[in-house]
Structures are given as structure tokens and as C-alpha cells.
């Protein structure tokens, strides 16, 4: 069984055009029985589905030895001797499984949804199903590929941005303060403060008394003295 999926790497690579950089995309084939990379491809843009077939092809077919590389990186096959395999290619072979794929995982992006993909699936005789919706158990193994590539390999490679220099998410924009009819911003929330007066404040009216007022003590004194007069007549 292999898993396929794709990720953005956090490295910036240097496009050969412009000399500006650029993000990567990176395509993994993982077997899940021996949880190892069988195959893999690098995008300067989204992968496509002529890309998803090309990585099937690097899984079916062996990997070329290339000059530079040394003796330790061209493995031994078990029960097959390594001469008979680089007659079967028509060069030696370096150390990576090839096989033929009966079930491919992959998640459910555009690029495994089209006719191509129906088209690869005839081909090669394998059954491509997407992985389950809201079920990261179906593709865990290629998961936990990419984030051991990212933590432990791309760390050493020039270019690499940390993920805490990784672009966070806008976050909800707060909602504007009301603001009062003179333009200041209310200190009591949603209330919006009454609006200052301009000029001089108008003055205040006394409010009619609706008890006479109390008399004095010397007009107290009068009033009881003229009492006291008539009652005498």
C-alpha cells in the first residue's frame, strides 16, 4: 500500500529564471508497510495530475546510480543478485524499493479527482482511493514523513524559514468604537457620550417655590407682638 499527499516545505528555493525565491511543493510516495519514501518530486508550483503520474512511474521503476554517489547507497537486493537487477534496467541500481502498487491512499485534493487519474488507475492495475474524510488514521504514516522532514532535514538546508516566522492567519478585525457626534471616542463602550455645548452654558432658571417662604425672626417677632394688641382690645 502506498500513501501519496503533498505539502509546502518551508524552505525557499531559488528559481533558475529570475533568481528570486520561491516556494517549494513536495510530493511524497510513502509505503506503509515499511513506512519509507519510495518516491518523491519537487514543484516550483501546485503538483498536477501529469506530476501524480510521474511519481507512480518513479515508484514502478528502478533509481539510476548517478557517479558521484558511493558504494554504500547501492543496496542489495534480497533474493535477486544485484547484476541481474541492473540487466533488467540497463544500469545499476540504486538503493530504493521499486514495486508495483495494488492500493494508493491519497487525500482529496483536485489533482486525484479527474479522468487523468482514472486513466493511471487502468494503466497500472492499482486502486487509487482518497482517504476518508475527517480520518487521519488513513494517511498517518505520510503525515508524520513530512513532519519529520520538516524538523529534522530541512532545518540544515539554506533558505529555511522557522515556523515562527511563518505568516499567522489575519485575526478577526475588532469592531470599531462608536464614536459621538463631536468625533471622540466613548470611554462607556456602545454609549455614546452626549455632545459638548459650545459658547456659554445658558443660565438656569430658579424653579418657583410652591411654599412661602419662612418669615424671619424679627417679622416673627412683629406679627406676634400685633396679635397680641388686638387680642388686648
Not at 70 to 89: K, R, T
Amino acid at each position: 500500500m502506498v500513501a501519496l499527499d503533498t505539502t509546502v516545505l518551508s524552505v525557499k528555493a531559488c528559481e533558475a529564471v529570475f533568481g528570486e525565491p520561491v516556494s517549494v511543493h513536495l510530493t511524497l510516495a510513502l509505503d506503509v508497510y515499511m513506512h519509507s519514501p519510495v518516491a518523491f518530486r519537487l514543484t516550483l508550483v501546485s503538483d498536477t495530475p501529469v506530476d501524480m503520474a510521474m511519481l507512480l512511474r518513479d515508484v514502478m521503476m528502478p533509481l539510476p546510480m548517478r557517479p558521484e554517489w558511493g558504494e554504500d547507497l547501492e543496496w542489495p537486493y534480497p533474493g535477486v543478485p544485484a547484476a541481474v537487477v541492473a540487466e533488467f534496467a540497463g544500469h545499476r541500481v540504486a538503493g530504493l524499493p521499486f514495486f508495483t502498487p495494488e492500493t494508493i491512499t491519497t487525500d482529496h485534493s483536485a489533482v486525484y479527482k479527474n479522468h487523468h487519474r482514472v486513466e493511471v488507475q487502468r494503466v497500472i492495475g492499482a486502486n487509487i482511493l482518497p482517504a476518508r474524510v475527517l480520518r487521519p488514521t488513513d494517511k498517518q504514516a505520510v503525515e508524520r514523513a513530512f513532519g519529520a522532514i520538516q524538523s529534522l532535514l530541512l532545518e540544515l538546508v539554506g533558505g529555511h524559514i522557522p515556523v515562527e516566522a511563518w505568516p499567522t492567519p489575519c485575526r478577526k478585525r475588532r469592531r470599531p468604537e462608536p464614536r459621538s457626534s463631536s468625533g471622540r471616542r466613548s470611554s462607556t463602550g456602545n454609549k455614546l457620550q452626549r455632545p459638548a455645548l459650545r459658547g456659554k452654558p445658558p443660565r438656569e432658571s430658579a424653579a418657583p417655590a410652591r411654599f412661602p417662604a419662612a418669615p424671619t425672626s424679627s417679622a416673627a417677632a412683629a406679627a406676634r407682638g400685633a396679635t397680641a394688641s388686638a387680642m388686648s382690645l
